[in-house]
């Protein structure tokens, strides 16, 4: 039984086009987070919720939007589709956005942008 | 800027003997530090934490070792098993800022039978 599970596991798609990655945790954590790791294999914090809100927002495109319908789901939706758009994504979660604690990772997401 | 840095992409090492992978950090406000490991078409695993008030921690053949005045860690493997081959990603945080962990690039360890 996955902790962390993010569908779909590779996604391959034309430039343009708005796909979505979808986020499940069910280990009753309260705070989700979507990384970016890029081609240089640099994991990268993209967004962070906490009980359904926005509490971390690096520098990403608005052409990438989160959604957490609930604690346990954060999906991300990303428009119009960039070559540049191309990576692993990976949904995490933890206990709380406080103090320290570990990250639980999902498998990843390969998306890629012809 | 790359805020925490593993200086080597790849290590190899025989079984049985000590793997040391090392990680190298420019941010003196990271008080908080994991290490994490990653397979293949896997998502990174927690493997150990330390937090700025201490300068090792040990869990069974694992032990992390924070030089603060350096800003430098490093995560030592004794005895390295073949099942250690992995990526290993070392990640900082400022615990005044939650849970923003900053990631280095990670070291492909592979450990030779």
């Known amino acids: 039984d996955t902790a962390v599970s993010q569908t779909p596991k590779y996604l391959v798609t034309q430039m343009g086009n708005d796909k979505s990655i979808k986020c499940e945790q069910n280990?009753?954590?309260?705070?989700m987070y979507w990384y970016k790791q890029d081609s240089k294999k640099f994991l990268k914090i993209m967004f962070s919720?906490?009980?359904?809100?926005?509490?971390i927002n690096e520098t990403v495109p608005n052409r990438f939007s989160p959604k957490s319908p609930d604690k346990a789901h954060l999906n991300l939706h990303i428009n119009s589709l960039e070559l540049g758009d191309s990576a692993v994504y990976f949904c995490?979660?933890?206990?709380?956005?406080?103090?320290?604690?570990?990250?639980?990772f999902g498998e990843g997401s390969r998306l890629t942008v012809l | 800027d790359q805020q925490v840095k593993q200086n080597s992409p790849s290590l190899s090492v025989q079984e049985g003997r000590i793997s040391i992978l090392n990680c190298d950090y420019t941010?003196?406000?990271?008080?908080?530090f994991l290490w994490y490991k990653k397979y293949p078409a896997e998502g990174p695993t927690f493997l150990i934490s330390?937090?700025?008030?201490?300068d090792k921690n040990e869990d069974g053949r694992f032990t992390v070792f924070l030089n603060k005045s350096a800003k430098h860690l490093s995560l030592h493997i004794v005895p390295s098993q073949p099942g250690d081959s992995a990526v290993y990603f070392c990640?900082?945080?400022?615990?005044?800022?939650?849970?923003?962990?900053?990631f280095g690039p990670g070291t492909r360890l592979s450990v030779l039978p």
């Open positions: 330390i937090s700025s008030i201490k």
């Open positions: 919720y906490n009980n359904k809100e926005l509490i």
């Open positions: 941010n003196s406000m990271f008080d908080y």
């Open positions: 280990l009753g954590h309260d705070t």
């Open positions: 995490a979660s933890s206990q709380d956005a406080n103090g320290a604690g570990e990250l639980f």
């Open positions: 990640a900082a945080s400022d615990q005044n800022y939650g849970q923003n962990f900053v």
